[in-house]
């Protein structure tokens, strides 16, 4: 019982934001990593555009229905480097990608936004899984309103979002871990 209600402390491992070169916020369905990603940029933590992994369209969608919410004009948008994928994505995939746009572009370090509870996934694979990557960045997780690391247990999405995660980490150790070995 203790494990359950501590769920959400385990699974959020995110860090306030420091200073990196590029912001790569990863794709999601909801405008909550978009939004972070963007206050992250207006507040200088980054010298470069943010880059949002995802199809183009998706994210435009996305960023358009948020735009107002944000408080920003409509040119914005070019301060947005894309990672085009039409194809869904995972988090191994997402992250191997984002490693190799850092080193295509010559990128040293990165902020690496996504939800809370989605923060452990990411560092174990940037850990296991890259190697520029992994040399300098920080996990900062967006702020969605269903999210309370303290009483995630009262939210069913966030109660299925942890109970996902507890399902993905292993299974995805051991997919990616095996593949690679």
Known sequence: ???????????????????????????????????????????????????YYSNKYSVLNNFFLTRDKLKIHSDYIDDFSFIDNPYPLNTYEEIKGIENEMIEKNINSAIIVTDPPHTLRVKIFIELFTTKLKKDYIIVSSEPTWWNKYFYFTNLYAIKFVFLELIKIPYNIIKYGLILS
């Open 1 to 51: 019982m203790i494990f359950f209600f501590n769920l959400g402390w385990i699974l959020n491992i995110s860090s306030q934001p420091l200073k990196k070169e590029a912001i790569f916020s990863l794709s999601n369905e909801k405008a909550d990593r978009i939004i972070k990603s963007v206050e992250l940029y207006d507040k200088t933590f980054s010298t470069k555009k943010i880059i």
